[in-house]
């Protein structure tokens, strides 16, 4: 079973970047899907970004498309996502998920993290 702790988040002024990581310890990040996904009060959660070193291939929601970045480094185990020209929607609680098979739902994810908080100010 991997682990999962996120960090990174604070609060940005719209139009600012932040970058999250999501730390993993037991197996490696390679072994999964590795997925962003945020949940916002009173919403229900969202994915947000997925890659998978199974087929090499990144996912992303629409609403950040062009804006954030998946990526990971094997060696140090972690995965991130670089966020720019945030905006007051990305205001949400942002958890990092892994699974071994490519899905954007999150109740496909068995591993969690314990999320993140990210404020944008308008």
């Known amino acids: 079973q991997v682990q999962l702790v996120e960090s990174g988040g604070r609060l940005v002024q719209a139009g600012g970047s932040l970058r999250l990581s999501c730390a993993a310890s037991?197996?490696?990040?390679?072994?999964?899907?590795m997925a962003w996904f945020r949940q916002a009060p009173g919403k229900e959660r969202e994915f947000v970004a997925a890659?998978?070193?199974?087929?090499?291939?990144?996912r992303y929601a629409e609403a950040v498309k062009g804006r954030f970045t998946i990526s990971g480094d094997n060696a140090k185990n972690t995965v991130y996502l670089q966020m720019n020209s945030l905006k007051p929607e990305d205001t949400a609680v942002y958890y990092c998920?892994?699974?071994?098979?490519?899905?954007?739902?999150?109740?496909?994810?068995?591993?969690w993290g314990q999320g993140t908080q990210v404020t944008v100010s308008s």
């Open positions: 998920a892994a699974e071994r098979l490519v899905s954007i739902t999150w109740r496909t994810y068995n591993n």
């Open positions: 890659v998978s070193w199974s087929d090499g291939s990144t």
């Open positions: 037991g197996p490696t990040i390679s072994s999964y899907t």
